[in-house]
Nanobody, 121 residues
């Protein structure tokens, strides 16, 4: 079992930045960030696979950057130019196998508890 713990959420004004972190209990081949806004389905935000290939949702391209520190089993999400529509609970996720197909949710087996990000206008 892989355990994931997110941190770094908070409340910011539009245009500001936040960095989320996710500490994993062990190495996984792929990891990603998803988010869920009230009344909406959970959606993929950014993913990174074992080769370092990154996938981003169109809505965050150019603003968000996903990275990982393999030595520390830690995943990051640098969020710049935040918008009110970025408000959501952000979840860290990890794949249970050797490969994840971008932000295809069923490929992600393990999930963190989530951290709230609120962006005010």
């Amino acid at each position: 079992q892989v355990q994931l713990a997110e941190s770094g959420g908070g409340s910011v004004q539009a245009g500001r930045s936040l960095t989320l972190s996710c500490a994993a209990s062990m190495y996984t081949y792929c990891m990603g960030w998803f988010r869920q806004a009230p009344g909406k389905e959970r959606e993929g935000v950014a993913g990174i696979d074992r080769d370092g290939v990154r996938t981003y949702a169109n809505s965050v391209k150019g603003r968000f950057t996903i990275s990982k520190d393999t030595d520390k089993n830690t995943l990051y999400l640098q969020m710049n130019s935040l918008k009110p529509e970025d408000t959501a609970i952000y979840y860290c996720a990890a794949g249970g196998g050797f490969y994840c197909r971008g932000l295809f949710k069923p490929d992600y087996t393990y999930w963190g508890q989530g951290t709230q990000v609120t962006v005010s206008s």
